[in-house]
């Protein structure tokens, strides 16, 4: 497959928010096909086995009834170019009507850059609810091994993304613990960007406004969420979650994808990446660490940063390095601000950002937080 760089959208100032269509309900999985079937006759399913597993059947079956054609190929390791050719290949052997993406961030990605390179409709079924790539028009591109490359800016949203939340219950509880983490990053990070841009235009004001909306939302409900997806219930505050995690997300980035970029968040996040001992962890549990560390960059009102701790902790997030299992000594520190120094996020924070200063809010969290 050849072009999976070149036909896609620039970063021309074009507004892109979330899915162009957005279905959530419990038990959707049985009628997948009805809704795939008004896209075309005639599917690709690409995902990994984890998660085909998870859906597979009920959707197999629902295609069937709706009588369309299915061939599936699996997925496994990165969104990387070796990976979206594959699927490419695939869809130019095979000439389906529609591709349908199943999984988490990785996996959608990959259809999506598929889709868009090869021009036919992508559907987007998330089985967790750990990031908002089922709705937005980027690719995140690592390489093989998994270094993170380029983001691939698409034409489009997905035309269509189906959410069960029966199946997104049913996942182990952090992938929806990591989505609210790096949905919160919105606001926080967010917040701070907004502080340094004279006149925001509309989109900017809405992007902000809405990641407000959402802080406030997740701390009204993401703790009963959680403990709901403990014992498995899809209560309402979980169909909530969700939707703050990935449609609400999606659309602050596509609102705000021009202005509202940066903060300190990610670039902690990146810093940590640094230890291989934080590879473990899942993105969104980087990015809440990389939250705190802000408000002490911040200089945030102690009693505020204690509210936010304890809200974390709530969320089962351990805020120190040691609580991580990540090296908290001066050597290994000093490697993290380092590299959060260096990151270009970290330049559009308000203040100049200095590695002394990250060192200070790390060891100023691991005080707080280790009560040492
Ligand atoms: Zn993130």
């Known amino acids: 497959m050849k072009n999976i760089f070149v036909p896609f959208g620039s970063t021309d100032r074009i507004i892109k928010t979330s899915a162009i269509q957005y279905f959530h309900q419990a038990e959707i ?43 599936k190929i699996p997925f496994h390791g990165e969104c990387c170019s070796e990976n979206i050719s594959v699927i490419g290949d ?87 613990v990591s989505g609210i983490f790096d949905a919160l990053a919105k606001w926080y990070e967010g917040r701070a960007i907004f502080s340094t841009i004279k006149e925001p235009d509309t ?13 406030q939302q997740m701390e009204e409900k993401a703790i ?52 291989k001992e934080s590879h473990h962890l899942l993105h969104g549990d980087k990015v809440g660490y990389g939250i705190l560390i802000q408000q002490f960059l911040e200089n945030r009102p102690m009693n505020e940063i204690e509210r936010i701790v304890s809200f974390f902790r709530a969320l089962g997030l351990h805020p120190s390095l040691k609580g991580l299992g990540i090296p908290s000594n001066r050597k290994a520190i000093q490697k993290i601000a380092e590299k959060a120094c260096i990151d270009e996020d970290m330049r559009k924070m308000p203040f100049p950002v200095t590695e002394e200063m990250v060192i200070s809010a790390i060891n100023r969290l691991e005080e707080l937080a280790e009560g040492t």
């Open 29 to 71: 999985k049985d009628e997948f096909g009805k809704y795939i079937g008004l896209l075309g006759k005639k599917v690709l399913i690409s995902g990994g086995t984890k998660a085909l597993r998870s859906i597979e059947n009920p959707l197999i079956t629902s295609l069937e009834k709706s009588e369309i054609d299915w061939e």
């Open 90 to 176: 695939k869809i130019e052997e095979t000439k389906p009507d529609v591709m349908v993406g199943i999984g988490g961030g990785k996996s959608l990605d990959t259809a999506k850059a598929a889709a868009s390179a090869t021009q036919i409709p992508i559907v987007c079924i998330p089985t967790i609810a750990a990031t908002c790539a089922a709705v937005t028009p980027v690719s995140i591109l690592y390489s093989r091994e998994g270094a993170f490359k380029q983001i691939l800016y698409l034409p489009a949203s997905p035309n269509l993304v189906m959410v069960d939340t029966s199946v997104i219950a049913k996942a182990p509880k952090e992938y929806l």
């Open 203 to 215: 989109f900017t004001i809405a992007a902000l406004k809405l990641a407000q909306l959402l802080n």
């Open 224 to 275: 009963k969420a959680i403990e709901s997806v403990m014992v498995r219930k899809a209560a309402d505050q979980v169909r909530d979650v969700i939707d703050l995690n990935i449609y609400v997300t999606g659309m602050i980035q596509g609102l705000g994808f021009f202005t509202l970029r940066g903060g300190a968040a990610h670039p902690v996040h990146n810093g940590l990446t640094v230890l």
